[in-house]
């Protein structure tokens, strides 16, 4: 829960300064965060997303040695339970709040897409290498981090919303767990 603050406490300063301005409402000012329930055709293009980004996710956990995945640090055997699946979730929605609807809608709006989009693909990659310290042998994760991060800003731009891009993430986290506690089965 922590971390879900974190991230969208940055996103809650914008929209106040941003509603502030004199040319700018509330409504703008969410807008401009990506705040919006998004329209059914952004939901299909983030249920397309969803086919490649677990592809990737379960390719990547193939790559990695099961005894990684046995570590404590790494264990995911407890995604199977509500709380931990709860946890990945709002986890997922707080990133996709602060670098797809925050970082992602500044970036390219200041950048343009191609060069906002990269860096805040490379920023959210930034997070994701602690999964170097606990294990070297996690490297296979980072490429699918950093592609999921582009495709999941190109979502944002192409809807004007996070929120697609928020589901598919927390749901591709999930099932990454469940693949992972399935490897750990075989």
Excluded: K
Aim: charged letters at 10%.
């Amino acid at each position: 829960m922590t971390e879900f603050l974190v991230f969208c406490v940055p996103t809650l300063i914008y929209v106040v300064v941003q509603s502030r301005r004199e040319d700018r409402s509330v409504g703008s000012a969410l807008r401009l965060a990506g705040v919006s329930r998004g329209t059914p055709a952004a939901y299909g293009w983030a249920l397309m997303l969803l086919v490649p980004l677990l592809a990737a996710g379960w390719l990547s956990l193939a790559l990695v040695p099961v005894e990684v995945l046995e570590r404590p640090g790494v264990s995911v055997a407890a995604m199977t339970s509500v709380g931990a699946a709860g946890a990945v979730v709002i986890r997922a929605v707080g990133e996709e709040v602060f670098f797809r609807g925050l970082l992602g809608g500044v970036l390219i709006r200041r950048l343009g897409f191609w060069w906002g989009n990269l860096l805040q693909s490379v920023l959210f990659l930034v997070p994701h290498l602690v999964l170097l310290v606990v294990d070297v042998r996690l490297w296979p994760v980072l490429p699918v981090q950093f592609a999921a991060g582009w495709l999941l800003g190109w979502l944002r731009h192409r809807t004007g919303s996070f929120v697609p891009g928020a589901a598919v993430h927390a749901v591709a986290n999930v099932a990454a767990g469940v693949v992972a506690a399935g490897l750990l089965a075989i």
